[in-house]
């Protein structure tokens, strides 16, 4: 079992950036590959990034995001992070973190509770 939370979400001005990170539960985080979803109003939910398990060497991105975003983990700390640079209003969702056994494609096993990125015109 897994538990996952995340933070660093807020209201931001277009072009600006955001870091959220997503703090898991347990011994076994090294273990799982990890993602970032997200779900704007009246949307579907879609795959943002996801990471490999262990070192992260290998990551994943939605072409939408490439270039402006960067996933990365550091396991001495549970934690996941995505880095979101030159934010445009299009990005403004609300965004999961996931856990999962492979980073491609990513199926998520565990999720978040969300946190909420505003991103203003």
């Known amino acids: 079992q897994v538990q996952l939370v995340e933070s660093g979400g807020g209201l931001v001005q277009a072009g600006g950036s955001l870091r959220l990170s997503c703090a898991a539960s347990g011994r076994t985080f090294s273990s799982y590959a990890m993602g970032w979803f997200r779900q704007a109003p009246g949307k579907e939910r879609e795959f943002v990034a996801s990471i490999t398990r262990w070192t992260g060497a290998g990551t994943r991105y939605v072409d939408s995001v490439k270039g402006r975003f960067t996933i990365s983990r550091d396991n001495a700390k549970n934690t996941v992070y995505l880095q979101m640079n030159s934010l445009k209003p299009e990005d403004t969702a609300v965004y999961y973190c996931?856990?999962?056994?492979?980073?491609?494609?990513?199926?998520?096993?565990?999720w978040g509770q969300g946190t909420q990125v505003t991103v203003s015109s």
């Open positions: 996931a856990a999962g056994k492979w980073y491609s494609p990513f199926e998520p096993e565990y």
